[in-house]
């Protein structure tokens, strides 16, 4: 049930190696889906055809994708539909905040900083959904990335907190639409990883020593760990769950 083979499956949000989205990709490959990737902007471009040449087999479709552009969007998913057909998943791994508003107080975000954040944190998972829908006519999976700042408040974390518990609502709403189309959304609240958009965050280093010393499992996770659980939400195996959000934080979210 977790063969994952004869599956399309679009990944976006690919940086550079050390993204969750490449995570995702290796396990998925792994697992032995068809990868299509999506990436933001032509900085990005020689990042993602240098890493998927780096997996083995077909070389994967990659696509430009913009998520505040509603054109991106609607380009992108038409080039999938006339290169692949039909699709069966999509790990929406994309985030963005301006740095000024991941330190100091919340309450000194700005209308254009919270927009911004919201329309490409939140919002896109909508979007992009509604255009995926169309590609997946036998059922499918999407998968977004959420963080337990969403939940409750991490020093720092502010203004992407408020976009993470959009973002979550966003998925039960989405998981309760697409479920008669034999679509399932769930996310997974990875823990801190260091990442290109981790870097924004302010004294990153202390939450990652926090998860050290005080969660269960008294290390931090890995890009592979939220990969492999990601491989499980595309796969059959988790056909029975939606509106889900999974905790791979090496259960930090247990602690009070
Ligand atoms: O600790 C962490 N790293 C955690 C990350 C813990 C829990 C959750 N997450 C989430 C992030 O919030 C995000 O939703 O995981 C997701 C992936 O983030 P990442 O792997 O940590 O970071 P990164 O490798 O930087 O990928 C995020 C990507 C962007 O990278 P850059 O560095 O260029 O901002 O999001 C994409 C872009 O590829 N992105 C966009 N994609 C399409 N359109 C856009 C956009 N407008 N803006 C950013």
């Known amino acids: 049930l977790l063969n994952l083979k004869g599956k399309n499956i679009v990944v976006m ?16 490959h792994d697992a032995g889906a068809n990868l299509i990737f999506t990436y ?36 992108c998913f038409t080039k999938i539909k006339e290169e692949v057909g039909t699709i069966h998943g999509v790990a929406h791994c994309i985030a963005f905040a301006n740095k000024e508003d991941l330190k100091g107080d919340f309450v000194d975000t700005s209308r254009e900083g919270f927009k911004l954040s919201l329309d490409i944190s939140a919002y896109s998972l909508t979007a992009v959904a509604k255009a995926a829908k169309e590609l997946m006519t036998e059922g499918g999976s ?58 924004g965050v302010g004294d990153f280093n202390s939450i990652l020593k926090d998860i050290e010393e005080k969660a269960p499992l008294r290390r931090n996770v890995t890009q592979e760990e939220v990969g492999d659980t990601a491989t499980f939400l595309f796969s059959d195996m988790s056909r029975g769950i939606t509106g889900e959000n999974l905790h791979v934080d090496s259960g930090y979210h247990i602690l009070g």
């Open 40 to 75: 933001a902007g032509e900085r990005l471009e020689r990042n993602v055809q240098d890493l998927s040449a780096t997996l083995e087999g077909k070389n994967s479709l990659i696509v430009p994708c913009d998520v505040t552009s509603d054109e991106d969007i609607a380009k």
């Open 142 to 199: 999407i998968v977004t990335l959420t963080y337990l700042g969403g939940e409750r408040v991490v020093k720092n974390y502010n203004l992407m907190g408020v976009a993470k518990a959009a973002l979550d609502a966003s998925v039960r709403y989405l998981a309760n639409d697409l479920g008669q189309h034999n679509i399932r959304v769930n996310s997974i609240s990875a823990g801190p990883i260091r990442t290109l958009s981790a870097k």
């Open 13 to 28: 949000g690919v940086a550079n190696q050390r993204s969750i989205a490449w995570g995702i990709a290796r396990s998925l």
